[in-house]
């Protein structure tokens, strides 16, 4: 069994099987953080694939300052909100007469047909688990990232300044603001008991 | 403690990450806000069943799909039929726009094409769309870069740069003068700073050795030694090669070491004179700047305001923040940018 320094080493020269077996305990972690991100599993598996390979080309400059893991999930991170920036600069191009900031800062409400289940299903069902889903992707990336991480990935704040490249300060209220909208949603809703 | 200011950091008490005074007036506060407490107890309950949500398991054949990526990234396969020469005039039209590329085509017309596209691979997953970099560069220059100000029938002057491939009717030349200062403006139109073209120095190093392998064992020992990044390349192969012989190595190095390295490199077999070209990075800054540009852009509105609520400085602190991340990521470009690539390419001799 190698360690994970050993195996860090055999990538760096070349070693594709090595870096495979490196990153195989967190690749579930890296699919279901893209997952949250994207929205689909097809994306998801895409997009995951996609931080991997990046991962494995740039992998000296990997240089310790956080944990691999981390280091991991903000290459997936990175790569998930480019894609997602591209989707959107497709499908609605920067025209020079469209508002850009939203008002009172709230986020743009998607016009997704309101099929919000009861307030008395299970929160263990899977629909109501893909409704979530809908909610975080009206959230801004900033938001949807910092919610993500915290409260489905369960990172630490420190963690998560790593993975984000950004100050705790940042973190702080990025989470803040994003527990605030999704909480308001759900209240507009009466999705919380 | 008034419920507006206990709510901002219900957050951050949820998660513990209070100061000892925080919590004590938060605790205060709550004791005496029926309000304030649902509100806490709306974000714990959202916040659990967060915690719970299933999620889903890597799909099958997913580890195979990673292999084969992996093993195609080894290998980078070009075929004549992949890649295409790009025709006279498109090298005409670079060349009347001042790109470096095409002194490093015309050297040769295989290897340094390769080797671009190579160091090119970072943000292009297909390997087989070399002509892309050209066109993204041809583009560059058929931008109207012509600064209009438009008059908008509310009378309020707005300024927009037309760095968008320009469509006539959205160009009208200004009645008065084209100079006018960017104003903070009431329309919502956001202004695109085009970035110039950016291109970091990229030489390549043909050398011939009497073995492959040992010499890139050398090569990757000098890169460590001096404390270079260094990845694989495919040794400017037009046909498919398999196995580490295949490899070139390509370094990045800062322009003051560049003499040194080549010095030690050099030495290592029999070199050809290097060969130099460009990598172009302006896509990369564009995306940075487009970014910042949007978040200048909303927080110039804010501040343009006499007065802010208490959300609006929340958010303004939040651009603020961002516009720190996008300078930080704008310095990390440019130190990139200055890092010559060295390719290094290996031709065996065949003993008789």
Not at chain 2, 6 to 13: I, K, V
Not at chain 2, 64 to 78: G, M, P, V
Not at chain 2, 332 to 338: F, H, I, M, N, V
């Given at each position: 069994m190698q360690s994970e320094e050993q195996l860090l080493q055999k990538s760096l020269s070349g070693d594709?099987?090595?870096?495979e077996e490196l990153v195989a305990q967190y690749q579930g972690k890296v699919y279901a953080l893209a997952f949250r991100y994207m929205g689909s599993e097809e994306d998801a598996s895409?997009?995951?694939?996609?931080a991997l390979l990046k991962a494995y080309k740039s992998l000296r400059l990997f240089k310790g300052n956080?944990?691999?893991?981390t280091w991991l999930y903000r290459i997936t991170t990175n790569v998930c909100l480019d894609e997602l920036r591209k989707r959107k600069r497709r499908i609605s191009p920067l025209s020079l007469d469209e508002p850009l900031a939203m008002q009172d800062g709230e986020e743009v409400d998607k016009e997704i047909a309101d099929q919000s289940p009861g307030a008395d299903i299970l929160y263990e069902q899977k629909e109501f688990s893909d409704y979530i889903q809908t909610l975080l992707d009206e959230l801004r990336p900033e938001h949807k990232t910092a919610i993500v991480l915290r409260d489905v990935m369960e990172l630490s704040y420190e963690e998560i300044a790593q993975t984000l490249d950004c100050s705790l300060g940042t973190v702080k209220s990025r989470i803040s603001r994003a527990r605030d909208m999704l909480r308001k949603k759900l209240v507009d809703r009466e999705l919380i008991p | 403690m008034r419920c507006e200011a206990?709510?901002?950091?219900?957050?951050?008490?949820?998660?513990?990450?209070?100061?000892?005074?925080?919590?004590k007036m938060i605790q205060a506060h709550l004791k005496a806000c029926p309000g304030c407490r649902e509100q806490l107890g709306e974000m714990q309950r959202m916040v659990e069943f967060l915690h719970h949500m299933p999620l889903p398991s890597l799909?099958?054949?997913?580890?195979?799909?990673?292999?084969?990526?992996?093993?195609?990234?080894?290998?980078?396969?070009?075929?004549?039929?992949q890649y295409k020469i790009p025709k006279k005039q498109s090298w005409i039209a670079a060349a009347i726009a001042g790109v470096a590329l095409v002194g490093g085509v015309?050297?040769?017309?295989?290897?340094?094409?390769?080797?671009?596209?190579?160091?090119?691979?970072?943000?292009?997953?297909?390997?087989?769309?070399?002509?892309?970099?050209?066109?993204?560069?041809l583009k560059e220059f058929t931008y109207d870069k012509t600064v209009v100000t438009d008059k908008n029938p509310g009378g309020q002057v707005v300024q927009k740069s037309a760095g968008t491939i320009s469509k006539p009717e959205q160009v009208k030349t200004a009645d008065n003068d084209k100079e006018a200062a960017p104003a903070i403006d009431n329309n919502n139109a956001p202004s695109n700073t085009q970035v110039g073209p950016r291109f970091a120095d990229a030489e390549a190093v043909r050398l011939t050795v009497a073995n492959a392998t040992e010499t890139r064992k050398q090569v990757i020992q000098i890169a460590a030694a001096n404390g270079l990044p260094y990845s694989y390349n495919n040794n400017?192969?037009?046909?498919?090669?398999?196995?580490?012989?295949?490899?070139?190595v390509t370094l990045k190095v800062a322009p003051q070491d560049v003499d040194k390295v080549m010095g030690q490199l050099t030495a290592l077999g029999q070199a050809a004179k290097p060969s130099q070209s460009s990598i172009d990075m302006t896509e990369q800054f564009q995306d940075v700047q487009n970014q910042m540009d949007q978040v200048q852009d909303q927080r110039n509105k804010l501040v343009a305001k006499a007065v802010l609520s208490a959300q609006e400085l929340r958010q303004l602190d939040e651009l603020n923040a961002e516009i720190e991340t996008l300078t930080d990521k704008q310095a990390?470009?440019?130190?990139?940018?200055?890092l010559v690539t060295i390719n290094v390419y290996f031709i065996e001799t065949v003993n008789p």
């Open positions: 594709t099987r090595a870096f895409d997009m995951a694939q996609e956080s944990s691999f893991g | 206990c709510r901002e950091l219900l957050s951050p008490y949820l998660d513990k990450v209070c100061s000892e005074k925080e919590n799909p099958e054949g997913f580890a195979e799909s990673l292999h084969r990526r992996l093993d195609a990234e080894n290998l980078i396969i070009f075929t004549p039929q015309y050297a040769s017309t295989v290897l340094p094409l390769g080797s671009m596209i190579a160091s090119w691979q970072e943000n292009r997953q297909e390997a087989g769309k070399p002509r892309v970099a050209i066109n993204e560069i400017g192969c037009v046909e498919a090669l398999s196995g580490p012989t295949a490899q070139g990390r470009l440019e130190k990139e940018a200055s």
